[in-house]
């Protein structure tokens, strides 16, 4: 299985990293933020750098559906993942185009009140995981996979 592992960097990086167990065995590649703490982190792994920000610079939005497509065609990954933030959002609304599975987790620290990212791709997602029982209510359909960290 081919992996794109699309994410934020600082927290949302931190969570996918710990999900390592999981897509440490697989084929992967990332999309992430041009900052030096997803250059560190991710240091050995392939990765294609984001405009940032995101859905708050419509220019940058529109660069990175662009950077979404042309990523997606080249990687032609089985799944594209992500833990946010708004870097889902050209990834998983083109994802199937290439066919791609999209899965999505919440953020932890999305306790009591859905994200702004997660509402923007809850559309978009085959699968859709919280980390808190309570946020099934703002998501039906969604999976309770408890805490990730």
């Given at each position: ?44 792994e392939k990765v ?102």
């Amino acid at each position: 299985m081919k992996i794109l592992i699309a994410c934020s960097s600082g927290g949302h990086l931190t969570q996918a990293l710990a999900l390592r167990e999981w897509w440490g065995e697989h084929e992967r590649c990332w999309a992430t933020f041009p900052v030096e703490d997803a250059r560190s982190r991710l240091s050995e792994e392939k990765v294609y750098e984001i405009h940032y920000p995101t859905v708050r610079n419509v220019p940058n939005l529109l660069r990175n559906f662009g950077l979404a497509r042309r990523v997606l065609a080249a990687e032609r990954p089985d799944v594209v993942f992500s833990t946010g933030a708004a870097i889902a959002l050209p990834f998983f609304t083109q994802a199937r185009f290439f066919g791609a599975r999209t899965v999505y987790l919440e953020p932890v620290d999305r306790i009591t009140s859905p994200g702004l990212s997660g509402r923007l791709v809850y559309p978009f997602a085959d699968e859709f995981l919280v980390q808190w029982e309570q946020m099934r209510e703002f998501y039906p359909g969604s999976r309770n996979v408890g805490v990730v960290l």
